[in-house]
């Protein structure tokens, strides 16, 4: 079974602090992703990997960074914590080429005070 | 802008008969679409992928069709249980990349089950 996890469930950060969301998939899988959902915004793409050292924006990559130094994990960067960015976040993973089912993990729920 | 429509928030069905849920889509000709599922507190769980050139997909109780005319998907769930009570959200893979397809979510529809 593909396993996706990410580090917290739960992370209370304060405004202006610095913050790294952390996923880490298991089945050598090419591709990472990050969302953001918000109730009645709905599964947001913020910004995925393709490869180690690769990233591509998605729909709304305002307010952070990510990092993929080693292929099984994908990091997400809040570089100054706002509490607009108070939301679920979730990471998924999936294999090369695109037509392909993601995995995705269990979600961090993070509130910014 | 690309634009991806469920047609309801909630969706209230009696034990044994059939939901239809529908997705509709705007200014965009996607590849394929998927349809997931997602329980509380959970990430959403992959269930079905249907290309531009497949008009029907089926797996055990579930059923989508896609009508590229029309921007449109509906996923039906035969003979519903009140296990099947959960929301579902289709998608749609609109930023490509390096050959990752990034997926834009609709906001899905929350589906009732009534015993």
């Known amino acids: 079974d593909v396993k996706v996890t990410q580090s917290s469930r739960y992370l209370v950060k304060r405004t202006g602090e610095k913050v790294f969301l952390e996923c880490v998939q298991d089945m050598d899988h090419e591709n990472m992703f990050w969302y953001r959902q918000d109730p009645g915004l709905g599964l947001r793409l913020i910004y995925f990997s393709y490869d180690v050292k690769m990233k591509e924006k998605g729909d709304i990559p305002e307010g952070y960074s990510v990092s993929r130094e080693k292929k099984e994990r994908f990091s997400l960067i809040l570089e100054s914590a706002s509490t607009n960015q108070t939301s679920m976040y979730l990471c998924a993973s999936n294999i090369a080429q695109g037509v392909d089912e993601q995995f995705f993990g269990p979600g961090t729920r993070l509130t910014v005070l | 802008s690309q634009k991806i429509e469920q047609n309801s928030e909630a969706l209230n069905i009696q034990e044994g008969k059939t939901a239809t849920l529908t997705c509709n889509y705007t200014n965009y000709s996607p590849a394929y679409l998927q349809w997931y599922r997602q329980d509380p507190g959970r990430g959403p769980v992959f269930l079905l992928l249907?290309?531009?050139?497949?008009k029907e997909k089926r797996k055990e109780r579930l059923k989508v069709t896609f009508d590229t005319t029309l921007k449109q998907s509906l996923f039906h769930i035969t003979a519903s249980q009140p296990a099947d009570s959960a929301t579902y959200l289709c998608?749609?893979?609109?930023?490509?990349?390096?050959?990752?397809?990034?997926?834009?979510f609709g906001k899905g529809t929350h589906l009732i089950i009534q015993p």
């Open positions: 998608a749609l893979n609109m930023y490509s990349g390096g050959g990752a397809d990034g997926l834009t």
């Open positions: 249907i290309r531009e050139n497949e």
